[in-house]
């Protein structure tokens, strides 16, 4: 594999981000979900139009390649953090995902490097995102990141109320 590049996506990116986040959500929960909820999932979240409508609302979106295609995304976004994220300044790392046949090959840490300068950037001093309770790769990701779990929230994945551990991190200037 030729190096990860990181760029930050563009409205006219919109449909690349559709199409990794349709493949990438499939290959991580399928297995562990109903056909019926994940259609509904990935059919109302991963289309170009909401990922444009994402773009315009401010959410920031950075696409890694690798060997020229697209190979991960990850987003941030501003917004109301659920009361157990206690840190000034938050900002939340929505998604960060990587197609399975690159993982462990660097693509995630890439990614994560780039949201991190990215919220320091924006002068964020806490980061915090949503993971799910039975996903414990990703839980061992984040806590090898310096991410702390202080509580939970819902997910609703088509009719399923699933439960997301809420992790936080402190962000150094």
């Given amino acids: 594999m030729s190096a990860v590049t990181i760029e930050t996506a563009r409205l006219g990116d919109s449909a690349v981000i ?6 990438t959500f499939t290959e991580a929960f399928a297995s ?12 109302s979240t991963f289309t ?8 315009e609302a401010g959410g920031i979106f950075f696409i890694a390649r690798a060997e020229g295609r697209p190979v991960g995304y990850a987003k941030l ?12 300044a938050p900002i939340e790392l929505v998604r960060l995902y990587v197609v399975r046949e690159l993982h462990g090959r660097g ?5 994560m490097e780039a949201c991190l300068a990215e919220s320091r950037r924006l002068g964020r001093e806490t980061l915090w995102l949503g993971v799910w309770e039975r996903n414990p790769r990703a839980q061992s990701f984040y806590r090898k990141w310096g991410f702390v779990d202080v ?3 819902p997910f609703v994945l088509g009719s399923d109320v699933q439960t997301d551990r809420v992790f936080v991190r402190a962000l150094s200037p």
């Fill in 107 to 111: 693509v995630a840490h890439a990614l």
């Fill in 77 to 88: 976004a501003r917004g109301e953090p659920p009361d157990c994220v206690k840190g000034s």
């Fill in 18 to 23: 559709a199409e990794l986040g349709a493949k």
């Fill in 48 to 55: 170009p139009e909401r990922m444009a409508r994402e773009i």
């Fill in 151 to 153: 509580g939970s929230q």
């Fill in 32 to 43: 562990e979900n109903t056909p019926e909820d994940m259609a509904a999932y990935v059919g």
